[in-house]
């Protein structure tokens, strides 16, 4: 992920930095410019994001490219001990359906009028993304992980036909989200590998990332939504299809690449770390990464086997 740091100029008021890592960076995964094009673009639009205030392409002003952006004061829920501290069980209502409600709405901005019908092809979308993470896995993998391969080839082989193209966030989850103390989304973040594509992907990415108290266990643990008061996925996935009207009925596919993708880029991550950006580390303290991927992939290839 880029990095984000919070700054406070002399009359308090706090402001927002995001550059990209400080080694072992890909060049296409930490465009600065594009990632304030985005959200400078959508600042007139419902879906709400901070402020973009500037950017600064000169290197020699901070070592890379950067922006700044207004700070937006709220909740970041990343686990269930937070959900409980910070959101009523009504809140916690109110923010699975905020986190549905702004996706709808990120999926209905009208790309013409905001600027942005040129920010990527707008055809073959899973194709160009499969291409993508599974050149990026390659060229970062650290060990030889077959079902990243098999999973890649039969994705490729089964890809829905795709509607028209909308914003696709690519990480979107209540966590790179900020919310109040209702429960309402204030602001949606991290748009650093946004594009234009199938929306289903968002929505698939969602099913990976979130499980509500009902629901059986994903690929991640200490999930947020666990708590009483969240949505279950079915109800998200009810509610995005009544909204947006969309077709969901191939959402066991697009939840499948979500698994796969997230598993090339977690390995991408491991990598780095092997590399030293977390400093002199041994395997072992590494290996709760490793795993990450492992079992990452093997969901994928679990959703798969649901598709008829």
């Known amino acids: 992920s880029n990095l984000t740091f919070k700054l406070t100029d002399a009359k308090g008021v706090h402001y927002v930095l995001r550059r990209p890592p400080l080694s072992h960076t890909l060049a296409s995964a930490h465009d600065m410019g594009r990632?304030?094009?985005?959200?400078?673009?959508?600042?007139?639009?419902?879906v709400p994001v901070a402020p973009a205030l500037a950017m600064c392409t000169d290197v020699e002003v901070n070592g890379a490219p950067f922006y700044v952006m207004g700070f937006v004061d709220g909740h970041v829920v990343r686990d269930?001990?937070?959900?409980?501290?910070v959101l009523s069980e009504t809140a916690r209502r109110t923010a699975s359906e905020s986190l549905i409600d702004t996706m709808a709405?990120?999926?209905?901005?009208?790309?013409?009028a905001v600027g942005l019908a040129d920010l990527a092809k707008h055809e073959g979308y899973i194709a160009r993304q499969l291409k993508r993470w599974y050149g990026q896995f390659n060229a970062q993998k650290t060990r030889d992980l077959p079902l990243?391969?098999?999973v890649h080839d039969a994705l490729a082989a089964r890809i829905p036909e795709q509607g028209p193209a909308t914003i696709v966030h690519g990480d979107y989850r209540l966590d790179n989200c900020i919310v109040n103390d209702d429960g309402r989304i204030v602001a949606v973040l991290d748009w650093e590998i946004c594009t234009l594509g199938d929306p289903l992907?968002?929505?698939?990415?969602?099913?990976?990332?979130?499980t509500g108290p009902d629901d059986e266990s994903s690929a991640w643990q200490a999930?947020?939504?666990?708590?009483?008061?969240?949505?279950?996925?079915?109800?998200?996935?009810?509610?995005?299809?009544?909204?947006?009207?969309?077709?969901v009925s191939q959402l066991d596919f697009y939840t499948s690449f979500a698994f796969w993708k997230l598993a090339c880029i977690i390995e991408g991550v491991y990598a780095r770390y092997l590399g030293g950006a977390l400093g002199d580390r041994s395997a072992s303290?590494?290996?709760p990464f490793a795993a990450q991927v492992e079992?990452?992939?093997?969901?994928?290839h679990r959703y798969l086997s649901r598709l008829r």
């Open 105 to 112: 709405a990120i999926h209905a901005v009208d790309l013409n």
């Open 148 to 150: 990243i391969d098999e």
């Open 35 to 46: 990632e304030h094009r985005i959200i400078h673009a959508l600042r007139n639009t419902n």
């Open 201 to 210: 992907a968002d929505l698939g990415l969602l099913m990976a990332y979130y």
């Open 223 to 247: 999930q947020a939504n666990r708590v009483k008061g969240f949505l279950n996925r079915a109800d998200l996935v009810e509610r995005y299809a009544r909204i947006t009207k969309r077709d």
């Open 285 to 287: 303290e590494l290996a």
């Open 80 to 85: 269930a001990v937070i959900a409980e501290r």
């Open 295 to 300: 079992s990452a992939v093997t969901a994928a």
